[in-house]
């Protein structure tokens, strides 16, 4: 599969066949409150190195942390978004572990009662529905960011930013039921999707608020026993997640084919070369040293607060996915698309709630909003259209007063200059001015010269009658009511 490594040299399909791929992924989600997690530092990316510390996050002596009321309220929110039980009681515990961007040593986590366990969501993979369970969902403290390049001394020196040392973190675990690396991008998708609906983290994959592990093992189809699984870190975009769990899957199959075992190991992705390299050997638990973290009262989530936080929880995608197939007769296709993004599936709805019909804005947003937002890389919060203004433009091509095909050039007009749909139409001569007389007369010269066309639709080919329509519209250069056309085009060919 890649030449920068011998023990992954091309299988062949049948071997790669006799083999069941199995994925669980952990993720971590910086959450997103104003402060750290245990001081009151900012809890913002892209300050200056080092502008965000305090004796707490810093690890100094004599210091204790405080837990940050709206870390819990966010975390827990995720953790019912996902379907979790959230526990009433949970406790922090100190996860110990010497390196660089660790200042106090152990990092404080939860370890033996995470804040929720055992939830699942649902995935969508090939047109067929599955469920994917999550083991826990924890708390814990960032780590401060190592920094190796981009210094005049990086040859020779590391830098450490410690802004990102107590960021707030959710970890999420899932259970291993993913076989394919397509169904872990799918369950990624879909968890970042509820974690940005729900306004838990920015999700933001390049700036590492969002990180993913996967641990990867293989096993012959049938088998009962999961096979020795191996971590793989450093998938920090979507793409990379799926090429790093494709090339581990061939250099596992190839080491135990070749009738070598597999060692449960940390492995990185390495993305110029392609593939993964050894990191260290996996460490297991008790070399983390785990105990309570005696500097924090154990974390006590009462029912009201619980019941609070619900109460608060959005639309989530797939419930207003469901929704809108039902109340708008929208497609599966179409209702994806339209909730790809909270704000994008608000859009609709507030244009709808205007009146226009929802089937025709939907068809609009997703062929000519989506094509002038990705022609001029304006994000679609950005979206000069205001609700209104798309509202009335829909009207108008619905009530026949423009044609489909000008209406294109209406919306172009009215994304570039912000400009009424009514306005473009009446500046620039755009309404169906042709009049019926106009119309039949195009009509009748056109099944004149196509008697065998006319021949075949008389003969049964309902097929043909899209002919003329298109004929006579090219005739009246588009302006003409495609209703009217097709009502004189019925009445002079019957
Ligand atoms: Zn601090």
């Given at each position: 599969m890649t030449k920068s490594s011998s023990e992954a040299a091309a299988i062949v399909p049948e071997v790669l066949a006799k083999y069941e791929t199995v994925i669980g992924l952990e993720v971590h989600a910086q959450l997103l409150t104003n402060t750290k997690i245990f001081c009151s530092c900012a809890n913002r990316f892209g300050d200056a190195p080092n502008t965000n510390v305090c004796p707490v996050c810093l690890g100094l002596p004599g210091t204790l942390p405080i837990l940050n009321k709206r870390a819990v309220e966010l975390a827990m929110r995720a953790s019912l978004a996902l379907n979790c039980t959230v526990h009433e009681h949970s406790r922090f515990a100190r996860k110990n572990y010497f390196y660089p961007d660790l200042p106090k040593g152990y990092q404080i986590s939860q370890y033996e009662l995470p804040?929720?366990?055992?939830?699942?969501?649902?995935?969508?993979?090939?047109?067929?529905k599955k469920r994917i369970g999550i083991t826990r969902l924890h708390l814990e403290e960032?780590?401060?960011?190592?920094?190796?390049?981009?210094?005049?001394?990086?040859?020779?020196?590391?830098?450490?930013?410690?802004?990102?040392?107590?960021?707030?973190?959710?970890?999420i675990v899932s259970e291993p039921d993913m076989r394919e690396p397509e169904e872990a991008f799918a369950y990624l998708t879909t968890l970042r999707q509820i974690m940005l609906y729900t306004g838990i983290s920015d999700c933001n994959m390049e700036e590492g608020s969002l990180r993913c592990d996967a641990n990867v093992s293989?096993?012959?189809?049938?088998?009962?026993?999961?096979?020795?699984?191996?971590?793989?870190?450093?998938?920090?975009?979507?793409?990379?997640?799926?090429?790093?769990?494709?090339?581990?899957?061939?250099?596992?199959?190839?080491?135990?084919?070749?009738?070598?075992?597999?060692?449960?190991?940390?492995?990185?992705?390495?993305?110029?070369?392609?593939?993964?390299?050894?990191?260290?050997?996996?460490?297991?638990?008790?070399?983390?040293?785990?105990?309570?973290?005696?500097?924090?009262?154990?974390?006590?989530?009462?029912?009201?607060?619980?019941?609070?936080?619900?109460?608060?929880?959005?639309?989530?995608?797939?419930?207003?996915?469901?929704?809108?197939?039902?109340?708008?007769?929208?497609?599966?296709?179409?209702?994806?698309?339209?909730?790809?993004?909270?704000?994008?599936?608000?859009?609709?709805?507030?244009?709808?709630?205007l009146g226009a019909p929802g089937k025709a804005v939907a068809n609009w947003m997703q062929t000519e909003l989506i094509r002038c937002l990705n022609d001029s890389?304006?994000?679609?919060?950005?979206?000069?259209?205001?609700?209104?203004?798309?509202?009335?433009f829909v009207k108008l091509v619905e009530s026949g007063k423009i044609t489909a095909a000008v209406g294109k050039k209406v919306f172009a007009k009215m994304f570039e200059t912000s400009r009424s749909a009514a306005d473009i139409v009446a500046?620039?001569?755009?309404?169906?001015?042709?009049?019926?007389?106009?119309?039949?007369?195009?009509?009748?010269?056109?099944?004149?010269?196509?008697?065998?066309?006319?021949?075949?639709?008389?003969?049964?080919?309902?097929?043909v009658f899209k002919f003329f329509v298109g004929q006579v519209m090219r005739a009246t250069r588009g302006q003409a009511n495609p209703q009217a056309v097709n009502d004189i085009l019925r009445k002079l060919l019957s």
């Open positions: 804040l929720a366990t055992n939830g699942w969501i649902e995935i969508d993979h090939e047109g067929a960032d780590a401060a960011k190592n920094l190796h390049e981009g210094f005049s001394e990086s040859a020779t020196k590391a830098y450490i930013d410690y802004n990102r040392c107590g960021t707030p973190l959710s970890e293989v096993r012959l189809r049938g088998a009962k026993e999961f096979g020795t699984k191996v971590e793989v870190k450093n998938l920090n975009s979507f793409r990379f997640l799926q090429k790093a769990i494709e090339y581990e899957v061939e250099r596992q199959i190839g080491v135990l084919e070749s009738g070598g075992r597999i060692s449960q190991e940390t492995r990185l992705w390495n993305q110029d070369e392609s593939c993964t390299v050894s990191m260290r050997s996996k460490e297991k638990a008790h070399d983390y040293r785990y105990f309570p973290e005696p500097d924090l009262l154990p974390v006590h989530v009462s029912d009201a607060w619980r019941e609070e936080v619900l109460r608060t929880l959005p639309e989530l995608p797939e419930a207003k996915r469901a929704r809108f197939m039902r109340a708008y007769g929208l497609t599966p296709y179409d209702a994806e698309l339209l909730t790809a993004s909270r704000a994008f599936g608000d859009y609709f709805e507030e244009v709808v709630q890389k304006t994000p679609f919060i950005e979206n000069p259209i205001s609700s209104s203004a798309f509202a009335d500046a620039e001569g755009l309404g169906s001015q042709v009049d019926e007389s106009a119309i039949e007369q195009a009509a009748r010269e056109i099944i004149e010269k196509n008697s065998d066309n006319v021949a075949k639709f008389k003969s049964g080919n309902e097929g």
